[in-house]
């Protein structure tokens, strides 16, 4: 691997000059970058990273980017600014082992102003951070605000650091709290469905046999530095920054998943970005009494047929291309794509190959919904029993039968099996 010469990346594409002034420790190996918007509980989740016990051998930055557009509502800037004064106030408290940089930025346009942004201006002085003590190899980690982490989860992260060096991206298991006094009743019941659904469509393309089947949690991903900057560094969504760029490391084959910790993200609701956590709950409190909805399985079932066929068009040029995305693929011109993956290789491995990178995640959920208009979507237990009926790998004593049972089903599921 081409690993840019120091400072390259930074020169190019970093939206922001040096913001930390102070040289990081030379043994500096991971940074934590937790992008910051009209947050209140902040400290909790500092608290769960400064109550983790780790090995010393290496050090930890954490990065807090507390952000906000330029004409961002004054209610937004005072809550910003007051999160910023008791941060700096309570890192005094904090081992040397874990130093936090707070960052306020207050001048973000308004077009560019988000979450994407915000991670992006703390990943890039991550990068500088590790540039400076020349450590490529260094973990940039993502974590939110209102997540907190279990004890384990820096001394995971810094095994996985020395032991996985050919591995550039990583997913970390994660796990929405069920219950509790936080929170209502409906939140905690919307959580299980909402968490429910995600697992369920992870296993949905996993059946389907579609290679790059990961979970994508803004909260619940880290990267090495070089490979950050090989890739272009983060992208500047407002909302669903993280599917776009960790898929950018699942079809290079380079992902890893960490099971031996979690992060626990809140399941409040908000109304933040157009899609996401705190806005499934924040519909699912809108809408009492309805049911959950999920993609019908017949979706990944048809998904499957069609990915299988995938080898034996390498002499053919033709698919077995189920109904429901008959129209969709015929609109992409796969006849096309397959002709021309089939002329830039030599081998049915390599022509394969080349027809996945066509085929990436989001060509996959377009896919899938383009064939709702065939399968409209149906209850998301009903969903989820069909699925694993169908492949026949239920637990064979006390199936689940609610939504809580499948999902805690699904989680020892998922973090006991690597994927792919």
Same mark, same amino acid.
């Given at each position: 691997?081409?690993?840019?010469?120091?400072?390259t990346?930074? $020169?190019?594409?970093?939206y922001?000059?040096?913001?930390?002034?102070e040289?990081?420790d030379?043994s500096?190996a991971l940074v934590?970058?937790i992008?910051?918007?009209?947050?209140p509980?902040?400290l909790a989740?500092?608290?769960?990273?400064?109550e983790?016990?780790?090995?010393?051998?290496?050090k930890v930055?954490v990065?807090?980017v507390v952000?906000?557009?330029?004409?961002?509502?004054?209610?937004?800037?005072?809550q910003?600014?007051q999160?910023y004064?008791?941060?700096?106030?309570w890192i005094h408290?904090?081992a040397d082992?874990?130093?936090?940089?707070?960052?306020?930025?207050?001048?973000?346009?308004k077009? $560019?102003?988000?979450?994407?942004l915000?991670?992006?201006?703390?990943m890039d002085?991550?990068?500088?951070?590790l540039e400076q003590?020349?450590n490529?190899?260094?973990?940039?980690i993502c974590?939110?605000?209102?997540?907190?982490v279990q004890?384990? +989860?820096?001394q995971v992260l810094?095994d996985?650091?020395?032991?996985?060096?050919k591995k550039?991206?990583?997913?970390i298991?994660?796990?929405h709290p069920?219950?509790?006094?936080k929170?209502?009743s409906?939140? +905690?019941?919307?959580i299980?469905?909402?968490?429910l659904?995600l697992?369920?469509?992870?296993?949905?393309?996993r059946?389907?046999g579609?290679?790059?089947?990961?979970?994508?949690?803004?909260s619940?991903?880290?990267v090495?530095?070089?490979a950050y900057q090989?890739?272009?560094?983060?992208n500047?969504?407002?909302?669903g920054e993280d599917?776009?760029f960790l898929h950018?490391f699942?079809q290079?084959?380079?992902?890893?998943e960490i099971h031996d910790?979690a992060v626990?993200?809140s399941?409040?609701a908000?109304?933040?970005?157009?899609f996401?956590?705190?806005?499934?709950?924040?519909a699912?409190?809108?809408?009492?009494?309805?049911a959950?909805?999920?993609?019908?399985?017949?979706?990944?079932?048809?998904l499957k047929?069609?990915?299988?066929s995938?080898?034996s068009?390498?002499?053919?040029?033709v698919w077995n291309?189920p109904?429901?995305?008959?129209?969709?693929?015929?609109?992409?011109?796969?006849t096309e794509?397959g002709k021309?993956?089939k002329?830039?290789v030599?081998? $049915?491995?390599a022509?394969v190959?080349?027809?996945?990178?066509?085929l990436?995640?989001?060509?996959?959920?377009?896919?899938?919904?383009?064939?709702q208009a065939t399968y409209p979507d149906?209850?998301?237990i009903?969903?989820v029993n069909?699925?694993?009926?169908y492949?026949g790998?239920t637990p064979?004593?006390?199936?689940?039968?609610?939504?809580k049972e499948w999902?805690?089903?699904?989680r020892?599921?998922?973090?006991r099996?690597?994927y792919?």
């Amino acid at each position: 691997m081409t690993i840019l010469a120091p400072y390259t990346y930074l $020169q190019k594409h970093r939206y922001k000059e040096r913001l930390i002034p102070e040289s990081p420790d030379p043994s500096l190996a991971l940074v934590i970058v937790i992008p910051v918007y009209k947050e209140p509980e902040l400290l909790a989740t500092l608290y769960s990273l400064s109550e983790n016990h780790f090995d010393e051998w290496r050090k930890v930055e954490v990065i807090l980017v507390v952000n906000h557009a330029i004409d961002a509502p004054e209610t937004v800037q005072q809550q910003n600014q007051q999160t910023y004064k008791a941060v700096k106030e309570w890192i005094h408290t904090v081992a040397d082992t874990l130093t936090i940089h707070p960052l306020l930025i207050q001048d973000l346009p308004k077009k $560019q102003a988000g979450v994407g942004l915000a991670r992006k201006i703390g990943m890039d002085e991550a990068v500088d951070r590790l540039e400076q003590v020349d450590n490529p190899q260094g973990l940039i980690i993502c974590l939110d605000a209102d997540t907190i982490v279990q004890p384990n +989860y820096l001394q995971v992260l810094l095994d996985t650091y020395r032991t996985l060096p050919k591995k550039e991206a990583f997913t970390i298991h994660f796990e929405h709290p069920l219950e509790g006094k936080k929170f209502s009743s409906g939140i +905690y019941e919307g959580i299980i469905f909402y968490e429910l659904f995600l697992r369920y469509f992870i296993e949905g393309l996993r059946v389907a046999g579609y290679p790059y089947a990961f979970h994508t949690v803004g909260s619940a991903m880290a990267v090495r530095s070089h490979a950050y900057q090989k890739m272009g560094g983060m992208n500047r969504r407002q909302a669903g920054e993280d599917f776009y760029f960790l898929h950018k490391f699942t079809q290079r084959g380079k992902v890893h998943e960490i099971h031996d910790t979690a992060v626990i993200p809140s399941p409040r609701a908000s109304d933040r970005v157009p899609f996401g956590t705190g806005k499934a709950i924040q519909a699912w409190l809108d809408t009492p009494g309805q049911a959950y909805m999920g993609y019908h399985p017949e979706l990944f079932f048809s998904l499957k047929e069609f990915l299988a066929s995938f080898p034996s068009s390498y002499g053919s040029l033709v698919w077995n291309v189920p109904l429901c995305f008959r129209d969709f693929l015929e609109e992409e011109k796969l006849t096309e794509k397959g002709k021309e993956a089939k002329s830039h290789v030599a081998s $049915q491995a390599a022509y394969v190959k080349r027809l996945y990178q066509w085929l990436s995640p989001l060509k996959v959920l377009q896919i899938i919904r383009a064939g709702q208009a065939t399968y409209p979507d149906i209850e998301l237990i009903e969903a989820v029993n069909r699925l694993f009926s169908y492949t026949g790998s239920t637990p064979e004593v006390s199936p689940p039968t609610s939504a809580k049972e499948w999902l805690g089903w699904l989680r020892k599921r998922q973090k006991r099996e690597s994927y792919p």
